[in-house]
């Protein structure tokens, strides 16, 4: 089927427990039926923040019963609302600018843990189920810089990893549990894209590249 959502579609996700679809829209985040059962069926809800919205929306099952959409908008706020209702989670978590990334999710230690870079650079981990803040990493990049790099989560043995790219150049590993740098690689170049993380069980491994619009050779694969 086919339906006119009314707005610039920018990012969708699938949602399985409905099944649904949850999309963001120019200036909102939106759910429709996965499959149109009737006339009936039309768009499930809408919620409006404001704002573009460039995030793609994290769909995750936060408690027994509640599954949650979690995105962040050019308005600075992060927002986790529950998927059935559309109702807000908790009061939106402001940053310190445009946020263009997605959100990654972490349960670890009975803490269960939101993570989303903000337009200033900063990497957050949010409490999904709160939305207080765990923690705040700041890469010390100037607020307004182009960030849309999404978080990658690996988890080892001994620590738990929190990858992202930084428009300061740098790679940064972040220690899930406190929210400091383990280390931090530099390509020369703003990193805008996402890291893809892989654990062979004997190499770890990060994949990322630097921002297309550089004329820089570097594509970086690091091993640790």
């Not at 607020?143 to 790099?149: A, P």
Request: overall charge positive.
């Amino acid at each position: 089927y086919q339906r006119r959502v009314h707005g610039e579609l920018w990012r969708l996700s699938p949602m399985a427990y409905a099944p649904a679809l949850v999309l963001t829209l120019a200036c909102a985040c939106a759910c429709l039926p996965a499959q149109e059962q009737n006339a009936a069926d039309r768009l499930a809800w809408t919620f409006e923040v404001g704002s573009s919205v460039l995030s793609n929306p994290l769909i995750a099952t936060t408690t027994r019963r509640t599954t949650s959409i979690f995105f962040g908008s050019y308005n600075g706020f992060v927002y986790g609302i529950n998927a059935a209702n559309r109702k807000s989670l908790w009061k939106p978590v402001f940053t310190n600018d445009m946020v263009r990334s997605s959100a990654s999710i972490l349960k670890n230690k009975n803490r269960l843990s939101v993570f989303i870079t903000g337009g200033d650079s900063e990497l957050y981990a949010i409490n999904a189920l709160t939305g207080s803040k765990f923690w705040v990493f700041n890469s010390g990049a100037k607020i307004g810089e182009y960030q849309s790099s999404t978080p990658a989560v690996l988890i080892l043995s001994n620590i738990t990893l929190v990858f992202y790219g930084s428009v300061d150049n740098n790679i940064y590993a972040i220690n899930a549990a406190t929210g400091k740098a383990v280390w931090n690689y530099s390509t020369g170049t703003p990193v805008h894209s996402s890291p893809q993380v892989h654990n062979n069980g004997t190499h770890h491994l990060v994949g990322i590249g630097p921002d297309p619009g550089y004329n820089d050779p570097h594509n970086t694969l690091t091993d640790h």
